[in-house]
T-cell receptor, first 114, second 111 residues
Framework: KAGVTQTPRYLIKTRGQQVTLSCSPISGHRSVSWYQQTPGQGLQFLFEYFSETQRNKGNFPGRFSGRQFSNSRSEMNVSTLELGDSALYLC?????????????FGPGTRLLVL | GENVEQHPSTLSVQEGDSAVIKCTYSDSASNYFPWYKQELGKGPQLIIDIRSNVGEKKDQRIAVTLNKTAKHFSLHITETQPEDSAVYFCAASKGFQKLVFGTGTRLLVSP
């Protein structure tokens, strides 16, 4: 079974631009979570989607948004990019059968904001 | 909210030695504790997890222990090998697929 895939793997943007990252979960997984990883702040939860609905949200500004499609694929968008948004953005998927399930991570998208 | 502390930040061992990484969590409602291994250029990979109704779990050379009273959980790796070298993260969750991660431990296993 294929793992979690994320595209693109690398991105370079300039301040003020916006970016969209994509995540395809493991087949059959209905929950998709997004995390930001930086050397200074570590791994931080952004948000989680299930059945096309945002079910949980971390402490990030409104510039960070996401969505989930009917096939469980998810996208996250960051508008008005800032230098501090440079990070590895990780997507994780899980089965979600009503309890906390194992989350499987993708390889991440490395975003550099210049 | 939940806070997870992880120690040590770096750990160097000789091949064949054991390695222990410790985490503490703050929210007594947390009930799921996974450990992830992250290699350079890759996403975190689950190596073992434990739920709050279990005190210990073992998988070959890897074991995790949980002390709910003290809000501690630990990762034990025996007979370490050079390929165990990576960054290890503990995490805690009380549901809804939201993991709160520790700050990571860089493990270096020297041949």
């Amino acid at each position: 079974k294929a793992g979690v895939t994320q595209t693109p793997r690398y991105l370079i943007k300039t301040r003020g631009q916006q970016v969209t990252l994509s995540c395809s979960p493991i087949s059959g997984h209905r929950s998709v979570s997004w995390y930001q990883q930086t050397p200074g702040q570590g791994l931080q939860f952004l948000f989680e989607y299930f059945s096309e609905t945002q079910r949980n949200k971390g402490n990030f500004p409104g510039r960070f948004s996401g969505r989930q499609f009917s096939n469980s694929r998810s996208e996250m968008n960051v508008s008005t990019l800032e230098l501090g948004d440079s990070a590895l953005y990780l997507c994780a998927s899980s089965l979600d059968r009503g309890t906390q399930e194992t989350q499987y991570f993708g390889p991440g998208t490395r975003l550099l904001v210049l | 909210g939940e806070n997870v502390e992880q120690h040590p930040s770096t750990l160097s061992v000789q091949e064949g030695d054991s390695a222990v990484i410790k985490c503490t969590y703050s929210d007594s409602a947390s009930n799921y504790f996974p450990w992830y291994k992250q290699e350079l250029g890759k996403g975190p990979q689950l190596i073992i997890d434990i739920r709050s109704n279990v005190g210990e779990k073992k998988d070959q050379r890897i074991a995790v222990t949980l002390n709910k009273t003290a809000k501690h959980f630990s990762l034990h790796i025996t007979e370490t090998q050079p390929e165990d070298s990576a960054v290890y993260f503990c995490a805690a969750s009380k549901g809804f697929q939201k993991l709160v991660f520790g700050t990571g431990t860089r493990l270096l296993v020297s041949p």
